[in-house]
T-cell receptor, first 114, second 112 residues
Framework: EPEVTQTPSHQVTQMGQEVILRCVPISNHLYFYWYRQILGQKVEFLVSFYNNEISEKSEIFDDQFSVERPDGSNFTLKIRSTKLEDSAMYFC????????????FGEGSRLTVL | SQKIEQNSEALNIQEGKTATLTCNYTNYSPAYLQWYRQDPGRGPVFLLLIRENEKEKRKERLKVTFDTTLKQSLFHITASQPADSATYLC???????????FGGGTRLMVKP
């Protein structure tokens, strides 16, 4: 069964460092998303991406964040200068173009900022 | 502002019983409402979607209702099993491809 894959599964970084989280969405999907979940809290929307551009973003997704689909298969989330409060599980998700919009999530990348 | 409320307290039930979880929303007029399951440390997994013109949807042991007047969805698991223990998230939505906002989830514990 097709699945969304994410790398790395866990990354530890120092505050102020740049981090890139990678995702390979399901191949025929057209909508891509990043969500994050701080430990013990709810799953929060960061950004959605369609047709090679951001379609929506939340207040969390400030200038420190960027997304890219560099090669037609990968979908990346970059955090330019990490802060302690960026420590969270980051989930990538994709969806096809049916009218239901159900999301298929990856297993997540745990980011720990020290 | 839009708000989604799920019971933050864990629901503990005995194996074999029916679990009922509630999702209430305010300042929303969703065209769909989705339910997901999340296990600890893992990504959410889609379970069921119900449209605004559907009162009820079933899938195996799962049943979802959607009352747009009460602004509420109920999620039922019949003949519950310990393997059903997880956190269940609801997400009202308007259009495919747009952002999905999740409730805080309700943790279900099914005891043998």
């Amino acid at each position: 069964e097709p699945e969304v894959t994410q790398t790395p599964s866990h990354q530890v970084t120092q505050m102020g460092q740049e981090v890139i989280l990678r995702c390979v969405p399901i191949s025929n999907h057209l909508y891509f998303y990043w969500y994050r979940q701080i430990l013990g809290q709810k799953v929060e929307f960061l950004v959605s991406f369609y047709n090679n551009e951001i379609s929506e973003k939340s207040e969390i997704f400030d200038d420190q964040f960027s997304v890219e689909r560099p090669d037609g298969s990968n979908f990346t989330l970059k955090i330019r200068s990490t802060k302690l409060e960026d420590s969270a599980m980051y989930f990538c998700a994709s969806s096809d173009n049916r009218d239901t919009g159900e999301l298929f999530f990856g297993e997540g990348s745990r980011l720990t900022v020290l | 502002s839009q708000k989604i409320e799920q019971n933050s307290e864990a629901l503990n039930i005995q194996e074999g019983k029916t679990a009922t979880l509630t999702c209430n929303y305010t300042n929303y007029s969703p065209a769909y409402l989705q339910w997901y399951r999340q296990d600890p440390g893992r990504g959410p997994v889609f379970l069921l979607l119900i449209r605004e013109n559907e009162k009820e949807k079933r899938k195996e042991r799962l049943k979802v209702t959607f009352d747009t007047t009460l602004k509420q969805s109920l999620f039922h698991i019949t003949a519950s099993q310990p393997a059903d223990s997880a956190t269940y998230l609801c997400a009202p939505s308007n259009n495919a491809g747009n952002m999905l906002t999740f409730g805080g989830g309700t943790r279900l514990m099914v005891k043998p």
